[in-house]
């Protein structure tokens, strides 16, 4: 299966069972396997970068099993085919994501006018202050 055009996953990593659906359907949903369960086991593949990986864990969130295997599970359509597809979409989904690098933060610094106001704003903070411990003298 290809996530990117330089990444690739082997079908024989992603496992699909078949199971039966819930919801509307009628008597096909109760006689037919159409909902698909999609698992990949994460801890186990190598053609994924290290830095994809961490992220991938933390995308995944519940879908991740304590052994490290990605469940996916489809059931948006009546038809198996296109549960199987919406299945293997939703994985290049969260791998293409998984990819993407965060973009690097560019350090700026507060302007002179907020400098100015930050301190200006501090002064008659300290100013309210001292008024309020100044002893007043009734005699």
Same mark, same amino acid.
């Given at each position: 299966?290809?996530?990117?055009?330089?990444?690739?996953?082997?079908?024989?990593?992603?496992?699909?069972?078949?199971?039966?659906?819930?919801?509307?359907?009628?008597?096909?949903?109760?006689?037919?396997?159409?909902?698909?369960?999609?698992?990949?086991? +994460?801890?186990?593949?190598?053609?994924?970068?290290?830095?994809? =990986?961490? *992220?991938? /864990?933390?995308?995944? !969130?519940? #879908?991740?099993?304590?052994?490290?295997?990605?469940?996916?599970?489809?059931?948006?359509?009546?038809?198996?085919?296109?549960?199987?597809?919406?299945?293997?979409?939703?994985?290049?989904? +969260?791998?293409?994501?998984?990819?993407?690098?965060?973009?690097? =933060?560019? *350090?700026? /610094?507060?302007?002179? !006018?907020? #400098?100015?106001?930050?301190?200006?704003?501090?002064?008659?903070?300290?100013?309210?202050?001292?008024?309020?411990?100044?002893?007043?003298?009734?005699?």
């Amino acid at each position: 299966m290809r996530i990117t055009p330089a990444l690739e996953i082997d079908e024989a990593e992603i496992e699909e069972r078949f199971i039966r659906a819930s919801g509307p359907g009628g008597q096909n949903v109760n006689k037919v396997s159409t909902a698909v369960e999609l698992r990949f086991n +994460l801890a186990a593949n190598r053609s994924i970068p290290d830095f994809a =990986r961490g *992220k991938l /864990k933390r995308l995944a !969130g519940r #879908r991740l099993t304590t052994e490290g295997i990605l469940v996916i599970q489809a059931d948006r359509f009546r038809s198996q085919d296109q549960n199987r597809s919406d299945a293997r979409a939703r994985l290049q989904e +969260l791998i293409v994501e998984a990819l993407e690098r965060p973009k690097p =933060r560019i *350090k700026t /610094k507060p302007s002179r !006018g907020a #400098r100015e106001e930050r301190v200006n704003s501090k002064t008659a903070r300290g100013k309210v202050k001292k008024m309020r411990s100044r002893k007043v003298d009734f005699d």
